[in-house]
T-cell receptor
Framework: KAGVTQTPRYLIKTRGQQVTLSCSPISGHRSVSWYQQTPGQGLQFLFEYFSETQRNKGNFPGRFSGRQFSNSRSEMNVSTLELGDSALYLC?????????????FGEGSRLTVL | GQQLNQSPQSMFIQEGEDVSMNCTSSSIFNTWLWYKQDPGEGPVLLIALYKAGELTSNGRLTAQFGITRKDSFLNISASIPSDVGIYFCAGRLIQGAQKLVFGQGTRLTINP
């Protein structure tokens, strides 16, 4: 069974630009969650999608957005990038129902903002 | 927001030693999970706990769901070099949106 796939793995952007990250969940998983990981803040929850609907949202500004498609694939977008957005962005999938909290993570997309 | 206090932040031990780490919170959780993250990888689920007082083992790893629902611990027995990494606790709140909250992590370093 293929794991969670995130693309791109690495990317470099400059302040003010926008970025789109993609996540393909494990086959059969209908829930996708996104986390931001930085050395100082640890793993911070961004949002969770289930069956194309946002089920939960973390405390991030509106520059951070996401969506889920009918095939459960998900994208997140960050607009007007700031230096502080440099981080590892992790996507995780789960079956979704029941919501057991058991997440399967991808390897992440490492974003550097210059 | 809800926080998990994970300790210690880092550990430096000798191969073969036992390891213990824990997470506490002022909030009540209905699920506790422990993950391990290797360099360049995403976290991998080690153990999931669903009932207060539950004690679960996975090989040399043992974790317990605190009876108050506000804490959990993870023990690793007879550590080996591949145990090196960052260990995260995570809790799912018993109320509200039931999102998963992560601790800050415990970085484990093993001297051979």
């Amino acid at each position: 069974k293929a794991g969670v796939t995130q693309t791109p793995r690495y990317l470099i952007k400059t302040r003010g630009q926008q970025v789109t990250l993609s996540c393909s969940p494990i086959s059969g998983h209908r829930s996708v969650s996104w986390y931001q990981q930085t050395p100082g803040q640890g793993l911070q929850f961004l949002f969770e999608y289930f069956s194309e609907t946002q089920r939960n949202k973390g405390n991030f500004p509106g520059r951070f957005s996401g969506r889920q498609f009918s095939n459960s694939r998900s994208e997140m977008n960050v607009s007007t990038l700031e230096l502080g957005d440099s981080a590892l962005y992790l996507c995780a999938s789960s079956r979704g129902q029941p919501n057991t909290g058991e997440l399967f993570f991808g390897e992440g997309s490492r974003l550097t903002v210059l | 927001g809800q926080q998990l206090n994970q300790s210690p932040q880092s550990m430096f031990i000798q191969e073969g030693e036992d390891v213990s780490m824990n997470c506490t919170s002022s909030s009540i959780f209905n699920t506790w999970l422990w993950y391990k993250q290797d360099p360049g990888e995403g976290p991998v689920l080690l153990i999931a706990l669903y009932k207060a007082g539950e004690l679960t083992s996975n090989g040399r790893l043992t974790a317990q769901f605190g009876i108050t629902r506000k804490d959990s611990f993870l023990n690793i027995s007879a550590s080996i070099p591949s145990d090196v990494g960052i260990y995260f606790c995570a809790g799912r709140l018993i109320q509200g949106a039931q999102k998963l909250v992560f601790g800050q992590g415990t970085r484990l370093t093993i001297n051979p």
